[in-house]
Structure formats: structure tokens, C-alpha cells
């Protein structure tokens, strides 16, 4: 894997806040915000100009600022597009808490899951539109039937817990995201830390929930990563070896410009911020190609 270094960049994309309403799980109405990054040159008047757009998580404790503030995302992002590694996109930076303080004090495994699993509504009834509603994506109007019809032109990724609400994303919002991007963090489907516990049957529910979406092997794609010194290295492993027992749902390959399903795993990389966008970085190329 080729990391990622500092370039200084002369067209760089802009940061812009969104706020929106959504509900907490008591149905109390809530104001939240996210972060979008907006690449060089980008016109929000110039509706016949179509953008890919990526949703990318935080950690848990975190909120939408904590990509931006731990690692050179935003730097990256202004870099690879600028020297055409990748088209143009449109980066999401949103929070999975209903509250805008986040977290406080130690995390509770159940109380987080919890989070995540009532992330996914509010990420199709709430964000979507608020955001794609105010963005030249390639959704035609705010409606799931447009979000449906625009999901090869959108992707998911996560860090961490975030890699938890990426893979939530795959098995409850399919229809609405072709791209998975679930970084140094197992599916909690099944149960909490599902893929150490339980790896085998986390792996037959995503081979069930895809195999009953009748999306074929190019129509999904997930490219999952972390390091060998990473906590999440056991679960996520462990995960992805019991995948491998369904080849034709999950079709890996070296070549990242084939097959639907991709493992990097980082020799010495930590649980960390400053590691992961690494591998985001090194998928980059490879989202919305096909």
C-alpha cells in the first residue's frame, strides 16, 4: 500500500456545513449538521455538471468534524483530484448521534450499536435529501425511487464504528448505495463485535442479504481494510475469512479494477485516524469506475 503524503495543492475544495432535522429514537425532533466537502470548481448553479458522492463516518465518540481534524483528508482529497487520480466528487461528513455533543464518557457496546442500527433511517428519510436536495448529485430529485436509481453514483465508508455503520448500510440501504468502503471495523448485524464472536454467521447474513437484493457482483462492491496492530484486526479478519466461503457473492481480487470484494490489510497499522485514511486513499481510484 502507498501512503499518502502531504502535496501542497493550489485548487483545493471547500468545507460548507449542512444543517437538517431529523428525530431521536424517543421521535424529539433534532437539528444536526454535516460536513461537505465540495471539490474545486464546484458550481451549485451548474445543474448539468453530476457528481459521485461518498458518505464517510466518524469513530465512535466522534462527530462530523473528527475526519477533518485527525488526519490530512482534506488535503488528500484536494490532491487526488487535482492530479486526476479521480474524478470530482462530493464528500459527506455526518455523525451517526442524535445530539450534537456526541458521545460522553466510555462507550457502551449496546447503547452504540443502537446508534448505528438508527442511523440508517435517518440516513435515507433525512440526510439523503438534505443533502442530494441541495447538492448536483446524479439523483434527478429527493425520492428513494431517485436515490435508487442514482446507486451506482454513491458509496458509503466508515471508520471504526463508522465501519460498523457501513456495513449496517450494506444489509438495511443496499438499494439506495452501490459502494462500501468499512474501515478497521467489523458488521454488528448479528450481534455486537458480530464478526470476533460470530463470524460465521455474520458472513452467511451478508451472503443472504445480498444474494436476496438481486444485485448482481457488479452491481456492490466492498473494499474493507486495517492493520495488523489494530484492535479491530481480529474481528474484521475473522469477518472477512468466513466471506470467503462464498466466492460467488464476494468476488475477490488482486486487481482492485476487478472482482466486487477487496481486503487490504496494513502491516503495523493502529486503530487510528492517521492510519485508516490511508486506506481510503488507496481505494479512491477504484470507487464509482464501473
Sequence with gaps: MEKYT????????????????TTNQEGESREKYANLYLPYGYDEMDWSKKYNIL????????NPDAWLDCCKIKNMLDYVIDSKKIDPLIVVFPSFYKEKTGRTGEPVREVERGHVQFFQTELLEDLLPAVEGACNTYADDITKE??????????????SMGAATTWYAFTRNMDYFAYYVPL?????????????????E?????????DRSG???????IYTATGT?????????????AMRRYPDTFVEDEDLHKGNFHYLLAEDEVHAYEAVYHYLYHFLPYLFER
Design 6 to 21: 502531504y502535496h501542497d495543492v493550489n485548487r483545493r475544495g471547500t468545507i460548507k456545513r449542512i444543517e437538517y432535522l
Design 55 to 62: 458518505y464517510v463516518m466518524h469513530g465512535g465518540g466522534g
Design 146 to 159: 431517485a436515490f435508487r436509481a442514482s446507486r451506482m453514483h454513491r458509496g458509503f465508508c466508515g471508520f
Design 184 to 200: 478497521s471495523g467489523d458488521c454488528w448485524e448479528v450481534e455486537g463485535q458480530g464478526g470476533l464472536t460470530k463470524p460465521e
Design 202 to 210: 455474520t458472513a452467511d447474513l451478508l451472503h443472504e442479504h445480498a
Design 215 to 221: 444485485y448482481g457482483t457488479d452491481e456492490y462492491f
Design 229 to 241: 496492530k489494530d484492535i479491530a484486526y481480529e474481528a474484521l479478519n475473522n469477518q472477512v475469512n
